[in-house]
């Protein structure tokens, strides 16, 4: 059975920084894409950042030189790396994990989801 667990969540002021971890478990994780989704409230959960098994990444244009995706084969863990936080980037954050190696900003090629984990940025 496949887990995701994020961490790394909490309350930051803006123009701060923040790290978001997601650690899996249940099938050989180097083997699928990853992605990271977050949902305001009172909005639609949307795209953030993927990346595929072979490292490409992708971002949503909001979050693009400011948030950095990685991910380690070794740890089973991806990463997200936020900088420059903005009070626009208060969100449920959420891990998910493709259906097979390529990264997508779909969320129907996720196969699994975390939990999330709560980033408030204060202004």
């Known amino acids: 059975q496949v887990q995701l667990v994020e961490s790394g969540g909490g309350l930051v002021q803006a123009g701060g920084s923040l790290r978001l971890s997601c650690a899996a478990s249940g099938r050989t994780f180097s083997r699928y894409a990853m992605g990271w989704f977050r949902q305001a409230p009172g909005k639609a959960r949307e795209f953030v950042a993927t990346i595929s098994t072979n490292r490409n990444t992708d971002y949503a244009d909001s979050v693009k030189g400011r948030f950095t995706i990685s991910r380690d084969n070794v740890e089973n863990t991806v990463y997200l790396q936020m900088s420059s936080l903005e009070p626009e980037d208060t969100a449920v954050y959420y891990c998910?994990?493709?259906?097979?190696?390529?990264?997508?900003?779909?969320?129907?090629?996720?196969?699994?989801w975390g939990q999330g984990t709560q980033v408030t940025v204060s202004s």
């Open positions: 998910a994990q493709g259906r097979n190696r390529d990264g997508s900003s779909w969320p129907e090629t996720y196969e699994y």
